[in-house]
């Protein structure tokens, strides 16, 4: 590797003991430093699932998982088909997809049906009452789920299934969140790219790689960051790292992806930059179009998941939360984030405004009719500035 070349990191950071590692430690040296970490299976020790879900051979418990949610339907992939740059995906019965996978570990991980990925399955949105894990302190400042258990509509909290040789594609995650990955049981490798390295993959349209291990890749940017994670541990993905992922043996993991005060810019950085893209595929019809910006944000939408106006009502619903927070009697540093000491809805709260003015800044959201949100978003910054004033004058410590 030659002096130009950046360096990128070899090892992962590991976690041990929760007993010794604090909320304000993971906050500094892994949310704000968009950086990878591992925890030990020690975080998870307690999840009820670590148990149901897995014999004492460290395998997924069919008998259990098919009592329990042998009818649902779940989303399920093809690792053997390239279809743009993810697997197709078809809906089954869990019971079908068990049975499945039981004849293809039988046949020596062979099908005709080739290998079959579940992945994607909301299984707590779909089993609220099955209270199989609790998301670690660590990841539960999460505007991006809190935003949509408000509005009923959707979450990004899923379970993954795949026999050894089951694998995800080269990608980052939805709105470059943030993600943590726990193994209930099985083992995974990591390939992970930290931000901006991916550029160097392109190809000459400007597509990303499916499979980052391809030889004629190898010498176009120095080697992802390999982890493996065994049964228990708990990997935090940042922002917009890329990255590849492995079944090494029979897995079963839970996974979130999350936004917050951290990475919102990030999420508003890729929102631009997607839009941007949208403009440059349909500029040839802008002049003859009447509502071509309103036809860019539909794309945006369909592409991503959110469009502009709703990525205000994101913003917006955050705020309402965290000023009606306020203003209950004294808010107390609670043991957990679910209820977040006065700093942290303060760190949020400037979050929200510096976002906002950014967004409010933007000559594509200008175009958007943005007066006729409820409430206006210059209403809406005004009243931020005032909460955010109060809270100066009575003294709160503004660090975080
Ligand atoms: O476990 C996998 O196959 C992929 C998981 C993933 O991409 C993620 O957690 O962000
Ligand atoms: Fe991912």
């Not at 026999?163 to 390939?191: E, I, Q």
């Not at 309103?294 to 309402?320: M, N, P, V």
């Not at 979050?351 to 000559?363: F, G, P, Q, V």
Request: glycine fraction near 4%; charged fraction near 25%; aromatic fraction near 12%.
């Amino acid at each position: 590797m030659d002096a130009l070349t950046p360096q990128i990191a070899t090892r992962i950071d590991r976690i041990e003991d929760p007993d010794t590692f604090s909320y304000d430690e993971f906050f500094r040296k892994y949310l704000i430093a968009n950086t990878p970490c591992l925890f030990s299976a020690e975080f998870s020790r307690l999840w009820s699932s670590r148990r149901t879900w897995v014999t004492p051979e460290n395998k997924p418990h069919w008998g259990n998982l098919l009592r329990v949610f042998g009818d649902a339907i779940v989303p399920v992939a093809n690792c053997d088909v390239k279809e743009y740059n993810a697997n197709p995906k078809e809906l089954l019965p869990l019971r079908e997809y068990i049975a499945y996978w039981r004849e293809y570990t039988e046949n020596g991980g062979r099908s005709a049906r080739g290998c079959l990925y579940l992945k994607d399955w909301h299984m707590r949105r779909e089993f609220p009452d099955e209270d199989v894990y609790e998301t670690p302190l660590y990841f539960s400042s999460d505007w991006l789920n809190e935003y949509w258990d408000s509005i009923a509509m959707d979450d990004y909290r899923f379970v993954y299934m795949g026999p050894v040789g089951s694998w995800t594609p080269f990608h980052a995650d939805v709105f470059r969140s943030y993600s943590w990955s726990a193994n209930v049981c099985g083992r995974k490798k990591w390939l992970l790219l930290p931000p901006g390295q991916e550029e160097l993959l392109r190809d000459d349209s400007g597509n990303l790689p499916y499979d980052v291990t391809v030889p004629s890749l190898r010498k176009l940017c120095p080697p992802p960051l390999e982890v493996i994670q065994e049964a228990g541990e708990i990997i935090f993905v940042p922002s917009g790292w890329h990255h590849q992922v492995y079944n090494l043996e029979d897995t079963i993991s839970i996974n979130h992806n999350w936004v917050n005060g951290c990475n919102v810019s990030v999420m508003w950085r890729f929102l631009q930059a997607e839009l941007s893209a949208v403009q440059r595929e349909i500029n040839e019809w802008r002049e003859t179009m009447e509502d071509w910006d309103q036809h860019c944000q539909i794309i945006l939408r369909s592409c991503t998941g959110i469009d502009y106006r709703e990525f205000f009502s994101f913003l917006k619903i955050i705020a309402e939360h965290r000023i009606q927070a306020l203003q209950e009697d004294a808010p107390q540093p609670g043991p957990h984030l679910m209820s977040p000491g006065p700093q942290h809805i303060h760190f949020d709260l400037r979050k929200i405004m510096e976002t906002l003015i950014s967004l409010m800044d933007n000559a594509d959201f200008q175009k958007l009719d943005p007066e006729t949100l409820e409430p206006r978003p210059e209403d809406l910054l005004r009243e931020l500035q005032r909460v955010m004033a109060l809270r100066e004058d009575n003294g709160v410590n503004t660090v975080m």
